[in-house]
């Protein structure tokens, strides 16, 4: 059963960092595309990251390149997003994704999401 | 990385069918047969329930449907239910490894 579990979110001022992580389980991990997507309070969903299954290709929305970082330890199944330099408006449910096994494109399995406020 | 085009809200009587459309352009909707939708209920994370277009996750009910036609997928929930109220997310592939979500579609179920 894949599981997906975030951590690393809480209350942040803005100009500051945050690191959050996605432990992985039930699936092979090293062999996934994963993903990081947000949800700002009371809006849509946002897709925020993506990275190979061997953390060689690394792509971002608009609205955080330059200062968000995707990252992965294969060995430890576990996947990162480091948030820099954040401003309010990235305030918001922060869900790492994976596909199905062998999939892309589209995202069956889910956490449970970790909150990122950014106020000072 | 324009966001694609959903109606606010939608509702619907019990046993009803409804449609929710998800508009975007030639460059991310039109361009790949790679619409998915999900549906949330508050507080949870989304749920897959439409991929590629029109597949069907096993376990997804059959009264959820998928269709495209040029640059606007749809989502049918026919027959609905008390349990189907919730928010509804299309999300298209926009190539160069980007995707597009909708703002996102509140049910109610009257």
């Known amino acids: 059963q894949v599981q997906l579990v975030e951590s690393g979110g809480g209350l942040v001022q803005p100009g500051r960092s945050l690191r959050l992580s996605c432990t992985a389980s039930?699936?092979?991990?090293?062999?996934?595309?994963m993903y990081w997507f947000r949800q700002a309070p009371g809006k849509g969903l946002e897709w925020v990251s993506v990275?190979?299954?061997?953390?060689?290709?690394?792509f971002y929305a608009d609205s955080v390149k330059g200062r968000f970082s995707i990252s992965r330890d294969n060995s430890k199944n576990t996947l990162f997003l480091q948030l820099n330099t954040l401003k309010t408006d990235d305030a918001a449910v922060y869900y790492c994704?994976?596909?199905?096994?062998?999939?892309?494109?589209?995202?069956?399995?889910w956490g449970p999401g970790t909150r990122v406020t950014v106020s000072s | 990385q324009s966001a694609l085009t959903q109606p606010a809200s939608v509702s619907g009587s019990p046993g009803q069918s409804i449609t929710i459309s998800c508009t975007g352009t030639?460059?991310?909707?039109?361009?790949?047969?790679?619409v998915s939708w999900y549906q949330q209920h508050p507080g949870r994370a989304p749920k897959l329930i439409v991929f590629?277009?029109?597949k069907r996750p096993s376990g997804v009910s059959f009264r959820f449907s998928g269709s495209k036609s040029g640059n606007t997928a749809s989502l049918t929930i026919s027959g609905l239910q008390a349990e189907d109220e919730a928010d509804y997310h299309c999300?298209?592939?926009?190539?160069?490894?980007?995707?597009?979500f909708g703002g996102g579609t509140k049910l109610t179920v009257l």
């Open positions: 994704a994976a596909p199905p096994p062998g999939e892309r494109f589209y995202f069956a399995n």
């Open positions: 039930g699936f092979t991990f090293s062999s996934s595309e």
């Open positions: 990275i190979s299954h061997d953390g060689d290709r690394k």
């Open positions: 030639s460059s991310d909707v039109g361009a790949f047969n790679l």
């Open positions: 590629e277009d029109n």
């Open positions: 999300c298209s592939y926009g190539g160069s490894s980007t995707f597009r």
